[in-house]
């Protein structure tokens, strides 16, 4: 969805100082994480292409979930990467649009008391550009494609070419306004250990989705981002990662939930979160092997 995306999310931990420690990494939960709801199986699907293309229009609430695993570090990181927003699908001269708007994540890390948060007003700069989406039918069911549409953050340039590598790039931008260059992750490691990192991305998901019986749409998102880390606040944390998804679709689920259009902030959408949206995602205590 990781739209991302949402979709969009994956390299955002760089916690070498966690990757030390003695212990392993929390197990990650049974696979699929959900199976969504679909409503009346008697329910009959839209009968053509432009009834599915009516159906589909509409203000929804937006929540994906992506699964990342990064391998480069000296043990493996475990991450979800929980996003809500909300997604728009409007028909512009008979092609359904599909904008996507992003306005708080959660990360989850497979380490006992790490902590990362990603401000909200980092993740409200990134923009995704309105894309045209593929719709089509198979096995009597609806099916949306959002192709990708690489987009940068903390960086201005050209998003089909690979991200810059270099902290010192004239284009960098402070779109989170904090001071410094790139977006800032925060982190902590229980009560003795606070800091920053400052990074820039290149966005690259894309989605496939399903029309459910009951007018929602839910699938999974595929993730290529690129992350490069400017800086950070400590010596420890200013390092490399390079953390990628998981291959397993059912741990990188999205749902896209139809709301009354006058629900559209971060403050509206948490009020009938629990009501729409399932509980997020929990690593697994690592069990003990006789």
């Known amino acids: 969805m990781r739209q991302k995306g949402k979709w969009f999310y994956q390299g955002f931990l760089v916690f070498m100082f966690i990757l030390n420690s003695c212990s392993g990494p929390l197990e990650w939960p049974e696979s699929p994480l959900y199976v969504f709801e679909q409503g009346d ?5 839209p009968a053509d292409l432009e009834s599915a ?12 979930v ?3 695993e990064d391998t480069s570090t000296r043990t493996i990181m475990r991450t979800f990467i929980v996003s809500y927003g909300f997604t728009d699908f409007y028909l512009q001269e008979g092609r ?5 708007r992003f306005v708080h994540a959660e990360q989850k890390l497979s380490r006992k008391n790490a902590e990362s948060v990603f401000r909200d007003e980092a993740v409200q700069a990134i923009k995704p550009r309105i894309q045209e989406v593929e719709v089509f039918q198979k096995e009597g069911a609806w099916h949306i494609f959002r192709p990708e549409t690489p987009s940068l953050l903390g960086i201005e340039g050209d998003p089909m070419k690979p991200l810059s590598t270099d902290p010192n790039d004239p284009n960098l931008t402070d779109p989170d306004k904090d001071g410094h260059p790139g977006v800032t ?13 400052y990074i820039t991305r290149r966005e690259i998901f894309s989605n496939y989705l399903t029309l459910n019986n009951n007018g929602t749409l839910s699938g999974y998102v595929i993730d290529r981002s690129e992350q490069f880390v400017v800086g950070a606040s400590k010596k420890i944390l200013n390092q490399e990662s390079n953390p ?6 059912g741990l990188s689920p999205v ?8 629900i559209d902030s971060f403050e509206e959408l948490m009020k009938i979160r629990d009501d729409i949206f399932p509980e997020e995602p929990e690593f697994y205590q690592r069990r003990n092997r006789k």
């Open 53 to 64: 293309l009516e159906k589909i229009s509409g203000h929804y609430a937006h929540y994906d």
């Open 255 to 262: 749902l896209l939930v139809k709301v009354d259009p006058a």
């Open 185 to 197: 992750v925060q982190i902590s490691v229980g009560k003795f250990f606070r800091g920053e990192i």
């Open 244 to 249: 990628v998804q998981l291959p397993d679709t």
């Open 96 to 100: 359904l649009m599909q904008s996507d």
């Open 41 to 45: 199986p008697d329910t009959s699907q």
């Open 66 to 68: 992506v699964a990342y």
